[in-house]
Nanobody
Framework: QVQLVESGGGLVQAGGSLRLSCAAS????????MGWFRQAPGQERAFVAA????????WYADSVKGRFTISRDNAKNTVYLQMNSLNVEDTAAYYC????????????????WGQGTQVTVSS
């Protein structure tokens, strides 16, 4: 089993930046592709970004491409989401996901999920 713990959320002014972290623990955690999703109140959960287990391939939602960057440090079993040029529409609870299969991550069907971290962007 893989456990995921997100951190780094908070309140930020529009135009600002935040860096989210997702720490994975458990056996073979470094073999998993990982991704980020978000869910705003009253909205469906939406894909944000994903990264292959080795970090060589990344995918982004059109709404965040060019503003957000996903990366990982396998030595620390941690994936990051650098969020720049934030706007109020980015306000949501952000969740980390992990799975052995990258397409499965991108589809929102990842096997493991974290508890989430709240990001609030003020205008």
């Amino acid at each position: 089993q893989v456990q995921l713990v997100e951190s780094g959320g908070g309140l930020v002014q529009a135009g600002g930046s935040l860096r989210l972290s997702c720490a994975a623990s458990g056996r073979a955690a470094r073999n998993y592709a990982m991704g980020w999703f978000r869910q705003a109140p009253g909205q469906e959960r939406a894909f944000v970004a994903a990264i292959s287990w080795g970090g060589g391939r990344t995918w982004y939602a059109d709404s965040v491409k060019g503003r957000f960057t996903i990366s990982r440090d396998n030595a620390k079993n941690t994936v990051y989401l650098q969020m720049n040029s934030l706007n109020v529409e980015d306000t949501a609870a952000y969740y980390c996901a992990a799975d052995l299969d990258s397409p499965t991550i991108r589809s929102g069907k990842g096997r493991y999920w974290g508890q989430g971290t709240q990001v609030t962007v003020s205008s």
